[in-house]
């Protein structure tokens, strides 16, 4: 048995490793796909990138253990890609590899498995990693109609009151209000409730052409404004319009575990959980 850090040489052989093992919610990763095409790419964008670094355990010419750390160095975090391990005793051992690896480089490390990756669990209680808060990944399939129904996108006057809410709804989250703004075009759109008060409640959903997939990343409602419908309506119209107008074959989304109304939204409108997934964080600094 021998560890060593992965090297182009190993990307097949490591992608196919990674993708019969993160294909069983057992072993399941959030941050890699469970395709071996997807994964291997992945592994060569990392291979390419002299930030990041990915370790290997052999036993002779067999692959037998895999971690990666999917590295920021200017902020000084990284992204855990495993551990995939054939024995829980090589966890230690590629851990080990990838602190001495990176280091004075890096003081925070997250992880992201499946509820049921019992190993990621063990790995991160042993090793001082806090959980931070659990998500529920969930799936809709095409179900189109050719009812018309009219889709109220963000106008260009209301931009600062969006941003205003959105920011408070979700503080120091992936996108601010300024960068949702940003990101607007025919494939990334801003869903809205209007009235004579304002803006009552938004949506943000995002199109990939080439996966024929849409993704809900944010929705919110004015606090003021709750249990009157302006949520279901939302989330209608973006399902109609992401179906019916961009083509979308399946919409995916994710939503805190804890939050049961909003999951209750979700399966109404034919929302099926597809995964559920927990999020550790370890703080070495601590």
Sequence with gaps: MKSEILDHANLMQASEFIAEMNALPECHIGYLGTSQNDIYQSLEEMNRDAES???????????????????DLNKGTAELWGPF?????????????????????LHTYFLFADASNRTAAEFASENGFMLQS?????????????????????????HSEF???HDALFPQTYFSGKEIIERMNDDHKV???????????????????????GSIEFFGVDPNKRKKGI?????????????????????????GTANGKALSIYKKAGFKVERSLNFYKLDIRE
């Design 85 to 105: 391990v054939q024995e829980n005793e090589f966890m230690r051992l590629l851990w080990e590899k990838a602190l001495h690896y990176f280091e004075g480089k």
């Design 163 to 165: 941003i205003h809410l």
């Design 191 to 213: 869903y809205t409730c209007l009235d004579a008060d304002g803006l009552n409640g938004y949506l943000y959903a995002e199109y990939n052409r080439e996966e024929k997939e």
């Design 53 to 71: 670094a990915a370790f290997i355990v052999r036993e002779g010419d067999a692959l037998a253990g895999f971690l990666g750390a999917d590295a």
């Design 134 to 158: 659990a998500h529920t990944y969930m799936e809709l399939k095409d179900n189109s109609s050719n009812s018309l129904r009219k889709v109220s996108l963000l106008p260009i006057h209301f």
């Design 231 to 255: 949520g279901r309506n939302l989330l209608e119209m973006a399902i109609h319009d992401l179906f019916a107008n961009s083509g979308a074959k399946s919409i995916k989304l994710c939503a």
